[in-house]
């Protein structure tokens, strides 16, 4: 058995795509709403959102537990709606690990083998490969529950990946974990997915989490697709004020687009790098906390008042106030008095404006214009 990646994989082929999903359960209100989407194949995608906003009925979906209502889901090409969950190339890892506790690590990584009647020699071979790519070696007679966390996870991966499906589905595999270890296994499954060229479907409620180990983020509210792109695109340029506050923290403020690079906020005009929108258009300006460098008041483009102040180790997390009202968050290696007032001043490309009610395609096109 070879895990290593296939070279003639063309990345760019889309291995899934969705067609205008809807999911409903009977009477109750839709869980995914016309929903569409593509998934290259050999990449790391992470589906994130708040509980309920339909990550884990997609990862159903794609794995054939349950069918969609309306709309189509091809994989390869192939419209697979009502292919049984057991004839798809697709495994996945829930997050209680799913493994047989009267097995020992070789019989569960081997269970599915069985099934399909294979003979000894090639299961051992098998089992024992999938045990080198998760670092497991040596552990083929260890008992389930003699196991640590990161350990059981890691059997729950090799039992995936020893069936070579084409895809690996994760559901909030490291929800369970202590931070350290949950911080480690972040950058074996990272390392593990870029070694077996397989694509990887992770569930996530942790934009931390979602930031670090993507390719692309989808991030989900109310059953649909708010967002897609890379980690670095959706910080740098939330689409929403829902995406900008989800992702990472962000000060989110009401302010007017006075004319092209002019934008209105907390009484006052500043330069910005966008354009073509409307003059005197409402909008959202998002300024993220790290973008923010205290000054002397004199020095800044704007004057706040320190309210409260946090040491958080690489830097104090400062909680101001506008003479508008507007509430600012800065995170600074500088630190401020309660009570001071100190200036503010931030580059025109860390201004972040957001339209109401903009497509992504609207949001892509206006973003390519700039450039």
């Known amino acids: 058995m070879n895990l290593s990646t296939n070279s003639n994989i063309n990345k760019a082929e889309a291995i899934i795509r969705f067609d205008g999903v809807t999911k409903q359960y009977e009477s109750d209100p839709a869980v995914l709403k016309d929903v569409s989407f593509e998934i290259e194949r050999g990449k790391f995608y992470t589906l994130l959102g708040p509980s309920g906003c339909g990550k884990t009925t997609i990862l159903r979906l794609i794995a054939g537990f349950t069918a969609p209502t309306k709309g189509s889901i091809y994989f390869n090409g192939q419209m697979i709606n009502h292919?049984?969950?057991?004839?798809?190339?697709?495994?996945?890892?829930?997050?209680?690990?799913?493994?047989?506790?009267?097995?020992?690590?070789?019989?569960?990584?081997?269970?599915?083998?069985?099934?399909?009647?294979?003979?000894?020699?090639?299961?051992?071979?098998?089992?024992?490969?999938?045990?080198?790519?998760?670092?497991?070696?040596?552990?083929?007679?260890?008992?389930?529950?003699?196991?640590?966390?990161?350990?059981?996870?890691?059997?729950?991966?090799?039992?995936?990946?020893?069936?070579?499906?084409?895809?690996?589905?994760?559901?909030?595999?490291?929800?369970?974990?202590?931070?350290?270890?949950?911080?480690e296994m972040q950058v074996e499954l990272r390392e593990l997915q870029r070694r077996l060229g397989i694509t990887f479907i992770f569930v996530t409620h942790d934009q931390e989490e979602a930031l670090a180990m993507s390719d692309e983020i989808f991030v989900l509210s109310e059953g649909r697709i708010q967002q897609s792109g890379t980690p670095m695109d959706i910080y740098d340029e939330p689409i929403n004020r829902f995406v900008a506050d989800f992702i990472g923290e962000s000060n989110i403020v009401d302010g007017r687009m006075k004319a092209d690079y002019v934008v209105e906020f907390a009484g006052k005009s500043f330069e910005c790098v966008d354009k073509g929108l409307q003059p005197n258009e409402p909008i959202d300006i998002v300024i993220r906390p790290e973008d923010l460098e205290i000054t002397r008041p004199e020095d800044g483009k704007m004057q706040v008042r320190v309210e409260t102040q946090l040491f958080r180790g690489v830097h104090f997390e400062i909680q101001c106030a506008d003479e508008a009202g507007n509430k600012w968050l800065v995170h600074s290696t500088r630190k401020a008095e309660v009570g001071e007032t100190i200036g503010l001043t931030f580059d025109p490309e860390a201004i972040h404006v957001m339209r109401f009610n903009e497509t992504e395609e609207e949001f892509d096109r206006r973003l390519e214009s700039y450039s």
């Open 83 to 183: 292919i049984p969950a057991n004839k798809r190339q697709v495994n996945t890892v829930f997050q209680d690990y799913a493994l047989f506790p009267h097995l020992n690590v070789f019989e569960n990584i081997a269970f599915g083998l069985r099934i399909k009647k294979m003979k000894q020699a090639e299961i051992k071979e098998k089992v024992q490969e999938a045990l080198r790519f998760v670092n497991l070696s040596g552990y083929e007679n260890r008992e389930i529950t003699e196991m640590s966390g990161g350990q059981r996870q890691r059997v729950a991966i090799a039992r995936a990946i020893v069936n070579r499906p084409e895809i690996i589905l994760l559901d909030e595999p490291l929800s369970a974990l202590d931070l350290k270890l949950r911080t």
